[in-house]
């Protein structure tokens, strides 16, 4: 009855290691005349793939710091920085060669996509507005090290992380009540289809929907409120929008059918299980540190009515910055009119995949998943799978997403804690990506078989 836990130790952190030694650039035996930093792929690639950077052209033994930046739309800047040691012949592989121990450094050790994950601006999550254009990375390197300190800029190189991929079409979607934005894979079709939908942020949020099309999923990412005509507010729900979204997606002929996938992070994964549990046509069903129970609006489905679970606010906890601990502000839905919010996911036909950070602190999501399987399996309903990951916090993104620890949260109106612990949450965002795929490629009849899990 209990969720398995996947341990980062107990498997590898990146897909680097799987790059053929001929896909780095050549080092000759001599020294280049010049530090230069390389890039594998060169000079692009999307950004839920690996990258490789290294440098070559210093001296045997050179001590020096690595700096990243990224610049978001908004032209905040997040930036990570790093030192190292070159080897004896003046070259070194971040893949291969671990981060040294020193204060300023973003993180120690042997981490391949240390310098994107560790990205941070404080205060702020890193958010792809525009998926047609990409993000720049920009890697400085520096002379010195952690014991003498950076010193002037020998080699600067950029890189553009993609999210749009060659072929996949994007296609804005404005039909009768519906706001959002289908996204198909390159070819003829038809695809696995899947409805991606975001939480308490509003808006459209186009980036998950995206990189996922580019391995091979018709994605339809759909706004509910926030965004072209849809409620100012997160207030009162109805499901029947939500219901159009599903038939929109049955209907298509680019979607393979006979049934879609959801696919949720946050409020928006309360949303996805109760759409599965009132509407037809729905496959699988994944949650990303989601609830199963009906949080922050009311939600309305012909002439029945959710209301949301009660909140206390007297139970966050603030710091001396003003920064809240929300977890434990939800009443409990076991009990009392709690009880009424709780989502009858009993009366769903999908499978569901609850993932979990163990550290998330928006609110108790690894509670919620073992309730709602004990409720399933109550009902004869399957076992559904369970991902936990130690040392996650909230905010389950795709692969080398930057680790937020802390940012504004719109329902609170003031910065809260999501939790987690970097390292540990990076490990959880690629394993996760996986594990999400495969789901969905196995209970909506992809290309690729089921993946096993990394328990």
Same mark, same amino acid.
């Given at each position: ?35 230069? &930093? ?272 009660? &909140? ?43 993932? &979990? ?54 329902? &609170? ?43």
């Amino acid at each position: 009855m209990f969720p398995s836990c996947w341990s980062p130790s107990r498997a590898s952190f990146s897909r680097l290691a799987a790059f053929p030694a001929s896909f780095l650039p050549r080092f000759g035996s001599s020294m280049a005349a010049n530090p230069r &930093v390389l890039f594998a792929p060169s000079g692009r690639s999307l950004f839920d793939e690996p990258l490789r950077l290294s440098v070559e052209g210093l001296r045997p033994g050179q001590e020096v710091t690595l700096e990243a930046s990224l610049e978001d739309e908004r032209q905040e800047l997040f930036e990570a920085r790093a030192f190292y040691r070159a080897d004896a012949e003046g070259r070194l592989d971040v893949s291969r060669s671990p981060a040294l121990e020193g204060e300023g450094g973003s993180f120690s050790g042997l981490e391949p996509m240390g310098l994107l994950w560790s990205l941070r601006r404080p205060m702020r999550r890193l958010v792809k507005r525009d998926v047609q254009t990409p993000f720049v990375l920009k890697v400085d390197v520096r002379g010195g090290g952690p014991s003498e300190g950076p010193g002037p800029v020998l080699a600067h190189g950029t890189h553009e992380r993609a999210f749009l991929g060659e072929g996949t079409r994007r296609i804005p979607v404005r039909e009768g009540a519906l706001r959002g934005t289908l996204f198909l894979p390159p070819g003829n079709g038809p695809f696995p289809g899947i409805i991606d939908l975001y939480g308490a942020g509003g808006g459209l949020p186009e980036y998950r929907a995206c990189l996922l099309a580019n391995r091979g999923f018709a994605m339809f990412a759909l706004a509910y409120y926030g965004y072209e005509g849809l409620p100012k507010q997160l207030k009162d729900l109805r499901l029947e929008y939500f219901e159009e979204g599903v038939n929109y997606m049955l209907k298509h002929p680019m979607v393979k059918g006979p049934g879609i996938g959801l696919l949720g992070h946050s409020k928006a994964g309360d949303l996805c299980v109760s759409m599965a549990s009132f509407l037809k046509g729905i496959t699988a069903i994944v949650t990303v540190n989601g609830s199963v129970v009906n949080v922050g609006a009311a939600l309305h489905y012909k002439d029945i009515t959710i209301p949301p679970i009660g &909140v206390d606010t007297k139970r966050a906890k603030f710091d001396s910055a003003g920064v809240a601990d929300i977890i434990d502000v939800l009443e409990d839905p076991l009990e009392g009119e709690g009880r009424k919010s709780f989502i009858p996911l009993e009366r769903a036909e999908g499978r569901f995949l609850f993932i &979990v950070g163990q550290d998330d602190h928006n609110w108790k999501s690894e509670f919620y998943a073992n309730e709602g399987s004990k409720r399933l399996q109550a009902h004869g309903k399957s076992k559904p799978e369970i991902i936990c990951y130690p040392g996650a916090g909230h905010y389950i993104e795709p692969p080398y997403m930057p680790f937020c620890a802390v940012s504004m949260h719109f329902l &609170v109106g003031s910065p809260v804690i999501w939790g987690g612990e970097p390292r540990a949450h990076a490990a959880a965002q690629e394993d996760a990506w996986q594990q999400i795929q495969a789901f969905f490629h196995k209970h909506l009849g992809g290309e690729q078989g089921a993946k096993e899990s990394r328990l």
